[in-house]
């Protein structure tokens, strides 16, 4: 199982960015995926998550309204659209994956997630 994150970078206040995550090497269909960030620290803390199915979408309070979480098939690659982004969102962002059997024990949880990305830096300041 492969997650190769990229699209961070240095954004203004109110700014957005678009975070992709490339997947490879498991049964799409049998997995959840979903975004976390962790700013220095600071715990790991869940940012979004859905089955690639494309159902299923949950998003932390924190970023309801602002950020959409969306796959494309064909791709096999994993979004993050964060706009009015603030500086309390900066963090580097993972990408991960879940089977869906452990997934529903906890959708937010990241002992769920057996298969994590590299990280991509996410830095909202003026």
């Known amino acids: 199982v492969q997650l190769q994150a990229s699209g961070g970078g240095l954004v203004q206040p109110g700014g957005s960015l678009n975070l992709s995550c490339v997947a490879s090497?498991?049964?799409?269909?049998?997995?959840?995926i979903g975004w976390f960030r962790q700013a220095p620290g600071k715990e790991r803390e869940f940012v979004a998550a859905?089955?690639?199915?494309?159902?299923?979408?949950t998003y932390a309070d924190s970023v309801k309204g602002r950020f959409t979480i969306s796959r494309d098939n064909a791709k096999s690659t994993l979004y993050l659209q964060m706009n009015s982004l603030k500086p309390e969102d900066s963090a580097v962002y993972y990408c991960?994956?879940?089977?869906?059997?452990?997934?529903?024990?906890?959708?937010?949880?990241?002992?769920?997630?057996?298969?994590w990305g590299q990280g991509t830096l996410v830095t909202v300041s003026s």
């Open positions: 859905m089955r690639w199915s494309g159902s299923s979408i």
């Open positions: 090497g498991f049964a799409f269909a049998n997995f959840a």
């Open positions: 991960a994956a879940a089977e869906i059997s452990r997934w529903i024990v906890s959708v937010s949880s990241p002992r769920q997630y057996a298969y």
